[in-house]
């Protein structure tokens, strides 16, 4: 399985992106994913989460200007980010639970999109 992210970029503060995780290899369903990102000099924490079932989870810090999604279909994962502050700064990391045929579940990720957010 291969995790294929994109989308990161240089926003000005009050901008928006949207990163895409897309997964490949033999997948029969993609359980949960989520988004992590890593600011310089800081550990890496969660952004977001989403299940099989459309829930989801924010951190505070990104409640009501992030929102992640899942087409299954396409086997691609989305975080949409929306009023960038400049601490929104950092290398983005998507992660995702699958399972493959015939096989058990395994957690994935994604290879890193830097954001930058200039102020």
């Known amino acids: 399985v291969q995790l294929e992210e994109s989308g990161g970029g240089l926003v000005q503060a009050g901008g928006s992106l949207r990163l895409s995780c897309t997964a490949s290899g033999g997948i029969a369903s993609i359980n949960a994913m989520a988004w992590y990102r890593q600011a310089p000099g800081k550990q890496r924490e969660l952004v977001a989460r989403i299940f099989s079932d459309g829930s989801t989870s924010y951190a505070d810090s990104v409640k009501g200007r992030f929102t992640t999604s899942i087409n299954n279909a396409d086997k691609t994962g989305y975080l949409q980010m929306s009023s960038l502050r400049p601490e929104d700064t950092g290398m983005y990391y998507c992660?995702?639970?699958?399972?493959?045929?015939?096989?058990?579940?395994?957690?994935?990720w994604g290879q890193g999109t830097q954001v930058t957010v200039s102020s």
């Open positions: 992660n995702m639970e699958i399972t493959r045929w015939l096989r058990l579940p395994d957690t994935y």
